[in-house]
């Protein structure tokens, strides 16, 4: 049974992007739609390909999962459901980010629906990394990068943020003020938490694009 | 006093942006520190310049209001609340979308700080645009492209969305499952309500890269 999951969604995947999910053989690997062709091209041959295939081809494999086009869920949620099936812990979705603005919003989302199902979610693209939290701590080390907290699932109580430029020490951070953009790391780690609430933790790099 | 602000922001802003925006004589235009920059290069010259100025040319003129680098308001939120001052209930940002995923939230987030003050906000970019209601309908015209609506601040009650193809009818939508992802249009008219809570409504072009 795989710990952790790599998903490949249908939006631009780099080497840098993978190299940053850094696959090792135990991994869960599933091509999401489109992002099956994207997987191959990389070289990461998936276990698991589904999605509806209304605008991908079809690969010809016999063990494809194919979904209805006409459904609730989105192709990413449909990853999300088999890899925690799988008993995956940490799911980390490339091509999720940088595309469509509606879908990048929806994966963040996502990132949520696999909290509260006792998963660690993460999305990763052009050097950016998101997850979400809550009721909890995270601890990040430092990279060359701003990170940014924003509250995901209405007012955050408890905010405390440490090792970073703009601390914070329980205060509370609601979604119509981002008062949690673009801090920097002052130590070599930072620890971010939310005693009552969801955040959104995001790390980008100082020369993104 | 102008009725509708036209922010442009520091990140990429085109000619199609701007047209979407349609500037009027009216319109208090204005630049937030190196969307200035951008405005000009558009031929728009805008009334209020402000920001930081930390990484952008200062311009050459002398009413130019300068804030500290250190500060908890993003450049645009200093240029929303300008916007509001003078009474402004209607405000567009342009240059807030595409860049780096972080301004990109903060910059939704900003979508309800405007309206938890009694204006509309649109960040328009790229053929998107987005605005967020809270306890209240919105009707928007047709067009070729996908509406979504997704759980702005905590859980919403009471989401009706009428002319599209997916319909709810007073349903509760949360910030952690995706379900209003990619709608599409079947009247001419769409009308999205939230009887509580706060939603982002977002339209996205079919042809989007």
């Known amino acids: 049974m795989a710990e952790r999951a790599i998903i ?23 091509g ?40 609730d869920d989105t192709d990413s949620v449909l990853a999300v459901n088999r890899a925690l099936e799988e008993g995956c812990r940490e799911i980390v979705l490339l091509g999720a980010l940088g595309g469509r603005l509606d879908h990048t919003v929806a994966n963040l989302q996502t990132l949520l629906y696999i909290r509260d199902r006792g998963a660690r979610g993460w999305l990763l693209g052009g050097g950016t990394a998101v997850t979400a939290i809550r ?7 430092r990279m060359e990068g701003y990170l940014s907290v924003f509250a995901a699932d ?18 509370e951070l609601t979604s119509s003020y ?22 959104y933790v995001m790390t980008v790099p100082f020369d993104h694009q």
């Open 8 to 30: 490949v969604c249908a939006g631009e995947v780099t080497r840098e992007d993978l190299a940053a999910a850094a696959p090792g053989s135990g991994d869960l690997v599933i």
């Open 32 to 71: 999401a739609d489109r992002g099956y062709q994207r997987a191959m091209e990389l070289g990461l041959v998936p276990q698991i390909i589904l999605g509806d295939f209304d605008s991908a081809a079809r690969p010809d494999r016999e063990d494809i999962e194919v979904y209805p086009a006409i459904k």
């Open 135 to 141: 009721n909890e701590s995270l601890e990040l080390p």
């Open 154 to 171: 209405g007012p955050c109580r408890g905010v405390t943020l440490e090792g970073l430029f703009y601390p914070l020490r329980e205060a």
């Open 178 to 199: 981002p008062l949690g953009v673009s801090n920097q790391f002052t130590a070599p780690t930072a620890r971010v938490t939310v005693a009552q609430g969801a955040l």
